[in-house]
């Protein structure tokens, strides 16, 4: 299971999930925890884990056009050096865990994700973190489509609401990509 | 001249361009003032500035494959926190400018660099920076190959020769870059 797999942990910076920051996502929170255990796993494991983070430049020069008017309007999130940017608490890198920085939804876009998996030789992503409809599956998406057998933890990823998770749980799986619970997945 | 028009800087990190530095470009630092008197022209007409920098990670896991090697044995460049990978203290970007990182030669490959361009609306591009057969000659090929119209300021650019210089500037000029000594440039 461990060789050629790494943990992909998606967006779970403060703006994302703590309450009341302007770009909460409500179902962040409750995930924690389980994020938590299938991060440990693959401490022990000793397989490699991937921060995938988005970062904004403070001016909002590099937003998507789509929510730069609510980048400016709310005085900006991800920036980096705010306390809104950095990985939850109890999520914090490890030295040897590797942080990456993403402008867009897809950990792969414009980003060197790809060349260090290849890197590591990894062929399998465990993909967690925050939110489904976005960066989740975004990421996945592209993971299939590079090549990447792809494992979706369904109850380590969030969304703001469950049904718009469970939509898209179901089209994550149409593309074959494996989704298990967090305690069927740490069996 | 100016409008739609951005400089990107490539590479004037300490660790290239100071004499020593473990990957100092021979040329680099006697470019120091071209550049500068380019980017004040920049500054002067208020048109967007690209700090196109290198980083890579320190345990070297993103180095490329052919300089893995030399990156561990020298103990590593360009790894972010080091004053290595800082931007030679007189060119230092200001507020309103851009830095951005890129982990491979061209500036293009896996940033944000081109649809940050296209939301400024910038057709055109100044290049200067360390060194020619690399970084900035794989940033103006992908450059062209993306619909800018190239400008090369020639002596405001480096290579560990003079003669890899020339042959370079040669090839790019080849492909439809204005190449330009700074003295005409500022003209």
Redesign the interface.
């Known amino acids: 299971m461990w060789s050629h797999t790494a943990l992909l942990i998606i967006d779970m910076q403060n703006d994302f999930v703590l309450p009341g920051a302007p770009v909460c996502v409500d179902g962040a929170l409750e995930t924690v925890p389980r994020i938590t255990k299938v991060l440990n796993r693959f401490r022990q494991a000793k397989a490699p884990v991937f921060h995938v983070v988005r970062e904004y430049?403070e001016?909002g020069?590099?937003v998507e056009?789509n929510r730069q008017d609510f980048f400016r309007k709310t005085g900006g999130f991800v920036v980096p050096g705010t306390t809104g940017c950095e990985i939850v608490a109890v999520l914090k890198p490890l030295p040897?865990e590797?942080r990456l920085v993403k402008?867009r939804y897809s950990g792969f876009m414009?980003?060197?994700l790809d060349?260090?998996l290849r890197?590591?030789g990894i062929t399998r992503l465990v993909v967690c973190g925050t939110q489904y409809p976005n960066c989740v599956r975004a990421t996945l998406f592209d993971a299939v489509a590079l090549g990447y057998e792809g494992v979706l933890v369904t109850d380590a990823a969030s969304a703001q609401t469950p049904e718009i998770a469970q939509a898209n749980i179901l089209d994550i799986q149409n593309i074959g990509v494996t989704c298990v619970e967090t305690d069927v997945f740490l069996r």
Do not use: I, P, Q, V
């Open positions: 430049r001016d020069s590099d056009a040897g590797y402008n414009n980003t060197e060349f260090m890197r590591l």
